[in-house]
């Protein structure tokens, strides 16, 4: 699968097979994550996995929007510095290569936010780090077509200035 083909068929996945995904494959997911550009390069993003079916169920207790998660293969947590201006920013671009380079081997993946003081607690993280997001993983069940519905480029992009009709050079 080339990028172009990822990033037209990737779609968030909250649905997943009860299979495994193997090791080596997770740490090329997480190995993703880490070669990801960050502000300043200072690469300062913490990733936690939690893979035990018990964790992932704890977690999915301490989050009011991710319960799915207890039904993934496993999850990566994303602790950031928030000293750091692009701490949000820089999580992101981490976990979208993690999930490209899931998708890539037919791994499903959505992210949700969560920093409760149940769940930095339940996953030991430093008072000096955010708990910034949290990125399922797994098969996904049933067939999946990967078909998005989004606006067209006209209605999203401008030219020099917001609202300006979009105009490209041919």
């Known amino acids: 699968m080339d990028v172009s083909d990822a990033i037209e068929t990737r779609i968030e996945v909250r649905s997943y097979r009860?299979?495994?995904v193997d090791g080596e494959i997770?740490?090329?997911i997480l190995?993703?994550?880490r070669l990801a550009p960050s502000g300043r390069n200072l690469q300062h993003?913490?990733?936690i996995l939690v893979a035990d079916d018990d964790r992932l169920d704890g977690l999915a207790e301490r989050s009011s929007t991710g319960c799915w998660v207890a039904d993934a293969a496993f999850a990566v947590v994303v602790c950031t510095d928030p000293s750091y201006e692009y701490h949000d920013i820089d999580a992101g671009r981490a976990v979208t290569h993690m999930q490209m380079a899931a998708w890539e081997r037919g791994i499903g993946s959505c992210?949700?936010?969560v920093d409760s003081v149940a769940a930095r607690e339940f996953l030991d993280v430093p008072d000096d780090y955010d708990l910034t997001l949290v990125a399922a993983f797994g098969y996904p069940e049933g067939e999946i077509r990967g078909i998005k519905?989004?606006?067209p480029l006209e209605d999203v992009a401008f030219s020099e200035r917001f609202?300006?009709?979009l105009r490209l050079e041919e």
């Open 18 to 20: 009860d299979e495994p």
């Open 149 to 151: 519905d989004r606006k």
């Open 111 to 113: 992210l949700y936010t």
């Open 45 to 47: 993003w913490r990733f």
């Open 26 to 28: 997770q740490r090329e």
């Open 31 to 33: 190995d993703a994550g």
């Open 163 to 165: 609202g300006a009709e």
